[in-house]
């Protein structure tokens, strides 16, 4: 297969043979076929372990094909059972110098790392040091601090709750509340956006609500992709006659065409099921113009409805009995002219009517959403939006109806339910404070954002991370990057090699962990479950069946648990080593602590494991008026650069070949890219507008007014169907055009999938 960069616009469905083909490749090309095959023979299973790559929840074991996996599971796998190791020999071989002009795809192409490793300034080489000498230099760091609050608890969603719970237990003994987590940068406009409006923070629906739907909207989400078994719930419902409604500015292949791995029919006959009845490219950043388009036409219907004395279209009754709001809604919905819906958009009122009259149709209605909503400086407002939509028809805690946040990392959703909070409520620290007899910390603490601010103003020391890739997956990469090094210690629980580890303080460590495919044995011999919450609430025990990749290698709770020790010494009232000898003793205190988890290690015994209580989805309103309200959001942002035709909205996206920081290959089947992430999507039109031609190099530049020149050079024009005024990239290469300073004011997230920019010619040469 040639290696030479191509652009080869895709046409098959997604899924099917492609899929399986890719399957296999990535197999062979971390030499782990048979391994690999075990192991995903046993993923998605009871008894065996939870696929690490996304949230989505799995079949009810009664309901399941004999494989409950991905083409993106599987390269999830092969990427952690690779037979490559980044051993002693390879740190010796290569400085950190060295290693920081490398690529982010090279870099975890070298493999497992199978020792812990400390960085050694004189030589400026990572070198192994034992474990115990590990923790008994960040036990001493830490202690050395004046105050705890100097120190930030990263994590990245991939832990365990009991990983997590631990984790948090050390930071609150030690004396922080700093947590900033990888859903800082996610699904927080989600967490912040509907507690006010329905009570809970989460979703409302579970698998089973997709047999009931008639209408399903995708929204800001590449599912194919980055949640590739949900395509089985979109693929049934397509083929049952459900509607299928998406918002996106670009034509996701496996959203318009499906070829569904599972079936032998497809697969046999090479047929595929198209599955959006309706594909609304809608502007990036233009979903809340969007969905008050929506909401205005049915509004305007229901008051023809009261007019000709019809029956009312939207859910009278329910909202009535249920919500708040709705008069405010209506008077600002008629108070937002159909000019700046369309203009802000980027659809027309024909398009959005026919959306709306789509939705009066079905009876029951889900909404699914991703990184395309909640990415965004209105990421809060657009979730309200969303929801707001399916409150009209009382959408909301019935079969086949409610709200869809499509998590990203694995245990993201668990690891706040566990406790990973910067804004811990009173009710949750007493009970700490009872179960564990010490007094923990009541002021808020960190999230990623201030965080970054905290070491940019060089008041944090420390920073220790459980998972993830903190300096990669963060804005303004050149800047947190200068700052980052100034850190006195750096700690990276991690299973492969990554930008974080190069940019680090002036100790750092790297503590290599168990991955969650991989047997974890207790000191007794028997091998340890963890539990994992998924994006539908299902709480499922996991439990590792490969052999470990090293045996230096421990479990992410033995590390948290042991750094504890060697930090708070013999004045901890914590039984660390007692609490890791076995897990269903820190679920017990999980239980204790949250009493959501009652019969907690009785419950995961079960099969397919419990979902956790969600109020939501009972129609009970958990909020201060014990009603669902609607959210107002009072008419629409101006885009502040409408007027200047040089600025485009640019969107930071994922490939199919990519987890997050982790590049499995430069390939984006899909999207036809192949060989090269350099590129920067583009419609004709804007092409030429600018007087450029597909495959010219340009640098894209962030348009700010607070001095800094954000740039990226290089970056290839590809044709592509895009919205005017939209264009589209890879994250994280991106970062560094995105500043810390856009981020949504009430969630704090980063406007990932919308930063103004402008093209310049390529100022430094690249081939
Ligand atoms: N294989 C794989 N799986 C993953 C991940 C991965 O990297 N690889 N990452 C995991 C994580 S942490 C997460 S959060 C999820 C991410 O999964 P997604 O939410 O699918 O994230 P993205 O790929 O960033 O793309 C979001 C989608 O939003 C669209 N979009 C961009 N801008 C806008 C906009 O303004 N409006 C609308 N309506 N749409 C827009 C894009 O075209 C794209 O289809 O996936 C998880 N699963
Ligand atoms: N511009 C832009 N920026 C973004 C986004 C975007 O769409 N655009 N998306 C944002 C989103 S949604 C997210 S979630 C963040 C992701 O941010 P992170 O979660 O911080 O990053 P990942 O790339 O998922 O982390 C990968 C690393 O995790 C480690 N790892 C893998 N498995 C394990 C494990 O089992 N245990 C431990 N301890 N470590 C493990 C490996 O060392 C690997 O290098 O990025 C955000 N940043
Ligand atoms: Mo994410």
Redesign the pocket.
């Known amino acids: 297969m040639s290696r030479k960069p191509r652009i080869k616009p895709y046409h098959e469905p997604g899924g099917g043979w492609g899929a399986t083909i890719a399957t296999g490749k990535v197999l062979m090309e971390q030499k782990v076929l048979f391994k690999g095959a075990l192991a995903l023979y046993h993923m998605n299973k009871p008894g065996g372990f939870k696929c690490s ?2 949230a989505w929840p799995d079949p009810s074991p009664a309901h399941a094909d004999p494989l409950v996996i991905c083409e ?1 599971g599987a390269k999830a796998v092969a990427w952690e059972i690779t037979a490559k190791r980044a051993t002693p020999e390879f740190f010796a071989r290569h400085s950190v110098a060295d290693l920081s002009r490398q690529s982010d795809y090279w870099l975890e192409q070298q493999g497992r790392i199978t020792h812990p490793l400390f960085y050694d300034r004189d030589t400026d080489h990572y070198v192994p040091i034992e474990w115990d000498k590990a923790f008994a230099l960040i036990g001493k760091e830490l202690r050395a601090l004046s105050n705890p609050k100097q120190v930030e608890f990263y994590t990245s969603g991939r832990s365990s709750n009991e990983a997590a719970f631990l984790y948090q237990l050390f930071a609150r003994e030690y004396g922080a509340n700093n947590f900033p987590d ?1 859903s800082n940068y ?1 699904h927080e406009p989600t967490s912040q956006g509907l507690p006010p409006a329905i009570g809970v923070g989460k979703g409302t629906c579970t698998l089973e609500d997709f047999n009931h739907a008639d209408l399903i909207f995708v ?4 599912t194919g ?3 590739p078994r949900m395509m089985t719930e979109l693929h049934n419902a397509a083929r049952r006659g459900a509607e299928i409604v998406v ?4 034509r ?1 292949r496996a959203l318009e065409r499906f070829q569904q791995p599972q079936s032998v029919l497809e697969m046999a006959t090479m047929r595929s099921t198209p599955i959006a009845t309706h594909y609304y490219q ?1 502007k ?4 809340t113009a969007a969905l008050k388009g929506i909401m205005k036409a049915a509004i305007d219907a229901d008051d023809r409805a009261v007019r000709e004395d019809q029956p009312r279209v939207l859910d009278i009754e329910f909202i009535q009995g249920h919500t708040a709001g709705f008069e405010a809604l209506c008077a600002d919905l008629r108070a937002t002219p159909w000019a700046a819906i369309e203009k802000q958009s980027g659809l027309s009122r024909a398009q959005l009517e026919e959306a709306a009259q789509v939705y009066l149709k079905a009876n029951n209605v889900m909404a699914c959403f ?4 909640t990415q ?1 400086f209105r990421g809060t407002q657009n979730v309200q939006q969303i929801l707001n939509l399916l409150l009209l028809r009382g959408n909301i805690g019935r079969p086949g109806a409610g709200i869809v946040p ?1 998590r ?2 694995s245990n993201v959703q668990g690891d706040r339910t566990v406790g990973i909070s910067e804004r811990p409520s009173n009710e949750f620290l007493d009970q700490l404070q009872k179960v564990f007899g010490f007094n923990p910390p009541r002021d808020h603490g960190h999230d990623v954002v201030h965080a970054l601010d905290a070491i940019m103003r060089g008041e944090a020391k420390a920073f220790i991370s459980l998972g993830g890739n903190f300096i990669a997956a963060s804005p303004d990469t050149p800047l947190t990057s200068d700052a980052f090094r100034k850190l006195n210690l750096t700690v990276s629980i991690a299973t492969k090699l990554n930008r974080t580890h190069l940019v680090h303080g002036r100790n750092s460590l790297i503590l290599p962990c168990l991955a969650r495919s991989e047997v974890d044995r207790a000191p007794n011999g028997t091998v340890q479950e963890v539990t994992i919450e998924d994006s539908m609430s299902v709480v499922q025990a996991s439990r590792g069946v490969v052999a470990p990749a090293s045996p230096h290698l421990r479990s992410e709770p033995w590390i948290v648990a042991s750094m504890a020790r060697a930090t708070l010494g013999d004045k901890s009232v914590v039984p660390w080593e007692w609490l890791v000898e076995d897990y269903a003793r820190i679920r017990d205190k999980i239980e204790a602590v949250f009493p959501i988890f009652q019969a907690f290690n009785a419950r995961i015994k079960v099969p397919g494991g419990f979902r956790l209580a969600n109020a939501a989805s009972e129609r009970i309103w958990m909020t201060p008026n014990g009603k669902a309200n609607f959210m107002l959001f009072a008419g629409l942002d101006e885009d502040k650069h409408q007027n200047n035709p040089d600025v485009l909205w640019l ?1 930071t ?2 490939s199919h070949d ?3 920081s982790t590049i499995y290959s430069n390939n984006d089947r899909y999207r036809g890219v192949y060989n090269q992430r350099d590129v920067l999507f583009l419609n004709d039109r804007e092409i030429k507008r600018r007087g450029l031609a597909p495959e010219d190099r340009v640098d894209i530049h962030t348009v700010s007014s607070d001095g800094t020149d954000r740039v990226v050079h290089g970056f290839k024009i590809v044709r592509y169907n895009i919205p005017d005024g939209s264009c ?1 990239a890879y994250y994280p290469e991106t970062n560094p055009l995105l500043p810390l300073s856009l981020r949504d004011p009430l969630s704090g997230t980063p406007s990932a ?2 930063i103004p920019v402008v093209l310049k010619p390529q100022s430094t040469l690249k081939n």
Not at 247 to 250: A, F, G, I, Q, S
């Open positions: 790559s996304c993106n990888c996610c929204i800001g989400q590449n992709t980055n949640s918002l996106n500015p670009l996701e809608v990036i950043g233009g979903d991703g990184m395309g909503i965004h499509v990203g990392h969107s996206l994922r990519q987890y997050n589209a999938k919308g």
